[in-house]
């Protein structure tokens, strides 16, 4: 059995969803690609045993880290280039402001510049209130398409 190939990111939402849902790390901890537009991406958490470990029980940070770079990875597929892509994440930083600890975590991820390397600013907050649980900078090494100088 063959993998499906991942749709283009302006195909249906419940279909690049579907394609994302069932990657074995986003199934493992219930994520879920909520919306995607150009430049956009949101993702929801949907708290379980594999996402907690943090303190007063909270999403654990690793966790929160991880998803800033999936969103913003998804926000810049929006906006490459025909046969561009992201080569890798650059850099990340994260500000830990409060506990994760809604029954659902929303990842937004807008992207602030693009050239050699991307920009992308990440919000993650609680789902049920929108308090704001952290904010990432995540930067990526991009390449260009094939055939432009």
Sequence with gaps: MTAASEPRWDAPLAEVAAYWRER???????I???ALAPGYARLALHRNG???GGVRNSVNGGVLAMLAESAAQLSLRTVLEPGGRV?????LGISYASSA???RTV???RVRRVGRTALVAVEISDGDDGHLNCAARVSCLLARGEGVS
């Design 50 to 52: 594999w996402s907690v």
């Design 87 to 91: 080569e890798r994440t650059q850099d």
């Design 101 to 103: 600890v809604a029954a």
């Design 32 to 34: 879920r690609l909520e």
């Design 24 to 30: 074995p790390f986003w199934k493992e901890l219930d």
């Design 107 to 109: 990842v937004e991820a």
